[in-house]
């Protein structure tokens, strides 16, 4: 069965910090990677990973995937108070079209 | 163009009746996905329905069940509810059709609140 596991569960910074959120994963087959924010409600979709090694930038935002080690990273840098909010890490694999697996999540709070 | 939309958005109901939760993908998705989210068990696949049939399905009892439209519309029956049920029920829509992962981008509607008392 698939498996997504995110680190840290928490995590509190002050703005301006960077700030590293880590995704590991187990699945056959492998499809994609996404990672997602959620507030208040429903989750907004920040990147789609495939390939290895391929940073995706969103302005302060970014990720990359290792396929070899099973793992993917997200940064924000210069964070701000509207970067907290929690980020899910999902997985699409196997042979379940349709299915995302879904990580806990990291609770990232940003103070003034 | 419009969002993932979910009627109602809150929803208090008592133990063993049952709920209907209704999704409206965004123009020209036909795939829709739905999954329950606790603070226990964070979020959880329930199904997946494209053109009208059910293609996966999570690891939830038969009292959940679902179907979609032929506009795509789809909606979420819970049957005799019991106090676990309460949730948050999210709705989202895809792309995907066949089996390409650049489609499979799923966005999430606003979900509806279920309490269960």
């Known amino acids: 069965e698939d498996k997504v596991v995110q680190s840290p569960l928490s995590l509190v910074v002050h703005e301006g910090d960077t700030v590293t959120l880590n995704c590991s994963y187990e699945?056959?087959?492998?499809?994609?990677l996404l990672w997602y924010k959620q507030e208040k409600k429903a989750p907004t979709f920040l990147f789609m990973l495939t390939s290895s090694g391929i940073e995706k930038k969103s302005g302060r935002l970014s990720s990359i995937l290792d396929k070899k080690e099973l793992f993917s990273i997200l940064n924000i840098t210069a964070t701000q108070t509207g970067d907290s909010a929690v980020y899910l890490c999902a997985l699409a694999g196997g042979t379940s079209y349709g299915k995302l697996t879904f990580g806990q999540g990291t609770i990232l709070t940003v103070h003034p | 163009k419009a969002g993932v939309t979910q009627t109602p958005r809150y929803l208090i109901k008592t133990r063993g009746q049952q709920v209907t939760l209704s999704c409206s993908p965004i123009s020209g998705h036909r795939s829709v996905s739905w999954y329950q989210q606790t603070p226990g068990q964070g979020l959880q696949f329930l199904f997946e329905?494209?053109?009208?049939?059910?293609?996966n399905k999570g690891n939830f009892p038969g009292r959940f069940s679902g179907r979609q439209f032929s506009n795509s519309r789809s909606e979420m029956n819970v049957s005799t509810l019991e106090l676990g049920d309460s949730a948050l029920y999210l709705c989202a829509s895809s792309l995907l059709e066949g089996r390409s992962s650049n489609q499979e981008t799923q966005y999430f509607g606003p979900g509806t609140r279920l309490l269960v008392l």
């Open positions: 699945v056959t087959n492998f499809r994609s």
């Open positions: 329905y494209f053109s009208e049939t059910q293609r």
